[in-house]
T-cell receptor, first 113, second 112 residues
């Protein structure tokens, strides 16, 4: 089944404790992206990747890192999480960048205390 | 992405057709019309997209006005599982990174 998977689905952590949210897609998509969704603010892009080893900042990259060493994986790294990073995170992928339809993972609900 | 306008909410009875409208009067020639939906506590889900001609897939149909300034997403038989927020978005297929920007969308309620 074609899908985007994320792990973990739920995470409660403390300020400053490094964490990684994994994202994997099995559709051989070139383009991958991370979003966060907050009430009243909608979806906001954190980072994106046009292809392997090509990543760039989205609209709200502060406090996050990403890597794209393999085509299928695009982990999101929070080196020193803070409470303002408490949010619902979605990974998405599409065949290429541009107007192609995007497929989303199930989401990771992160709480930083 | 160019701006779209949708009603805030709509209601439908189960097993009846639903027509969700979207206005996009400033659409450009290279903008595709995309529809996504987000069910409660789930990730956004791609529904359908089109450029000029009407489109059908297993989930829905998309009817596009001749002048392309409006479109309608059609769910042929609404089910309780179709209760979600539906977003109409214009996306330029020739652009590079184009993050999805969801507006307020239309909240569809389905009544059993």
């Amino acid at each position: 089944e074609a899908q985007v998977t994320q792990n973990p689905r739920y995470l409660i952590t403390v300020t400053g404790k490094k964490l990684t949210v994994t994202c994997s897609q099995n559709m051989n998509h070139e383009y991958m992206s991370w979003y966060r969704q907050d009430p009243g603010l909608g979806l906001r892009q954190i980072y994106y990747s046009m292809n392997v080893e090509v990543t760039d900042k989205g609209d709200v990259p502060e406090g996050y890192k990403v890597s794209r060493k393999e085509k299928r994986n695009f982990p999101l790294i929070l080196e020193s999480p803070s409470p303002n990073q408490t949010s619902l995170y979605f990974c998405a992928s599409s065949f290429k960048a541009g107007g192609w339809e995007q497929y989303f993972g199930p989401g990771t609900r992160l709480t930083v205390t | 992405d160019a701006k779209t306008t949708q009603p805030n909410s709509m209601e439908s009875n189960e097993e009846e057709p639903v027509h969700l409208p979207c206005n996009h009067s400033t659409i450009s020639g290279t903008d595709y019309i995309h529809w996504y939906r987000q069910l409660p506590s789930q990730g956004p889900e791609y529904v359908i997209h089109g450029l000029t001609s009407n489109v059908n897939n297993r989930m829905a149909s998309l009817a596009i006005a001749e002048d392309r300034k409006s479109s309608t997403l059609i769910l042929h038989r609404a089910t309780l599982r179709d209760a979600a927020v539906y977003y109409c978005i214009l996306r330029d297929v020739n652009s590079g990174n184009t993050p999805l920007v969801f507006g307020k969308g239309t909240r569809l309620s389905v009544i059993a």
